[in-house]
């Protein structure tokens, strides 16, 4: 079965930091997807990054960036230059070709000014 | 439309009564998904379509739980009988597809439908 796992429930960042928010996932797959979506208080689930899992360059999207260790099963997010409009919920997410997202448990993110 | 639509954006039932939910994919979108979210249960998948069939709905919770695809396009969730359980926020999907064997590619979400069942 495959799974996703945030082990941060919730972390904060002072404005302008960088903070990094953790994933790990176990399959038997060798060709998926991973992806970050934010969803801040509107409810509305928005893609942040993805990364194809054949690709060896880490993907970047302007402030956020992924360090994905294939072998290791692990997909973190780096936000740098936090902004207030970051604060939200972020979900990490697995797809491998049968159309289910698998999302793990979800970071709260909280930035402060 | 430039993005995934639902309507209605919350719904008060009370149980026992039927409740449809509809999601309006990106236009050119062949896939569509249902997803549920919850307090206690985070975000589940309940079913997807390829175009007008559904190979997977391995995610509906129960035999009061369907949901049709009309015209490779829009999509209805309906809930008999609702119970208060039922009660969360209710996610739609639509993504461009992609070849057999491979991931299908970036799914874009719509607000949501916030069911209350009282």
């Known amino acids: 079965a495959q799974t996703v796992t945030q082990s941060q429930p919730e972390m904060s960042v002072q404005e302008a930091e960088t903070v990094t928010l953790s994933c790990t996932y176990d399959?038997?797959?060798?060709?998926?997807?991973l992806f970050w979506y934010k969803q801040p208080p509107s409810r509305q689930m928005i893609l942040v990054i993805r990364?194809?899992?054949?690709k060896q360059q880490n993907a970047t999207e302007n402030r956020f960036s992924v360090n994905f260790q294939k072998a290791a099963k692990s997909f973190s997010l780096k936000i740098s230059d936090s902004q207030l409009g970051d604060t939200a919920m972020y979900f990490c997410a697995f797809e491998w070709g049968t159309g289910k997202l698998i999302f793990g448990q979800g970071t709260t993110l909280q930035v402060k000014p | 439309g430039a993005g995934v639509s639902q309507s209605p954006s919350n719904k008060v039932t009370e149980k026992g009564k039927d409740v449809e939910l509809r999601c309006d994919p990106i236009?050119?979108?062949?896939?569509l998904y249902w997803y549920r979210q919850s307090l206690g249960q985070g975000l589940e998948f309940l079913i997807y379509?390829?175009?007008?069939?559904?190979?997977?709905k391995s995610g509906l919770p129960s035999d009061r739980f369907s949901a049709e695809r009309t015209g490779g396009s829009v999509s209805t969730l309906t809930i008999q009988r609702t119970q208060q359980e039922d009660s969360a926020v209710y996610l739609c999907?639509?993504?461009?597809?992609?070849?057999?064997?491979?991931?299908?590619?970036?799914?874009?979400f719509g607000p949501g439908t916030r069911l209350t069942v009282l």
């Open positions: 236009s050119g979108h062949t896939a």
């Open positions: 399959t038997s797959e060798n060709n998926y997807y």
């Open positions: 990364q194809e899992a054949y």
């Open positions: 999907a639509s993504s461009s597809g992609a070849p057999s064997g491979g991931p299908l590619g970036t799914q874009y």
């Open positions: 379509f390829q175009g007008n069939s559904a190979p997977d």
